[in-house]
């Protein structure tokens, strides 16, 4: 997973646009925000700053069943290093598909990976890395 310092500029080198609306405040909490519009996609990279944990988390949406429909969530599976899976649940018609999935990565964090997609019109696509911190003292 890239850092945030590197994933702006790679962001926006992909066509993605840089929400520029907070972008002080966001700066702030070190996150970024990018949208495709005419894809109906958004992006967040935020950091994960817990008392007992530590890391980055990437999020990718995307709300066009033109560009959702059919994805298959499961071709996922098999990723080297890493345990999980795909569930799928279906009911009144719809189908909703969900993927987690976790590795140990080369630095010792823990990498996790889920991708749901709900019915044909709703995608999301999320990775975190996360460390363990010792929390402040209080």
Known sequence: MLNRTEAGATAASRGWEIE????AAMAQIGMIAA????????????P??????SGENCQL????????????????????GFLGGVQRV????DVALIGRWSAI???GGVVTVSATRATERFLTLN???????????Q
């Open 90 to 93: 279906a009911a009144d018609g």
């Open 61 to 80: 949406n995307v709300f066009s069943p033109d560009r959702v429909e059919g994805i298959d969530v499961s071709t996922l599976d098999g990723m080297p």
């Open 48 to 53: 994960i700053d817990f008392p007992h944990q």
């Open 127 to 137: 990775m975190t890395t996360t460390h363990p911190v010792d929390p402040p003292e």
């Open 20 to 23: 520029p609306g907070s972008a």
């Open 35 to 46: 949208s495709k519009p005419d894809e109906d996609a958004s992006l967040m990279l935020m």
């Open 105 to 107: 990565g080369p630095d």
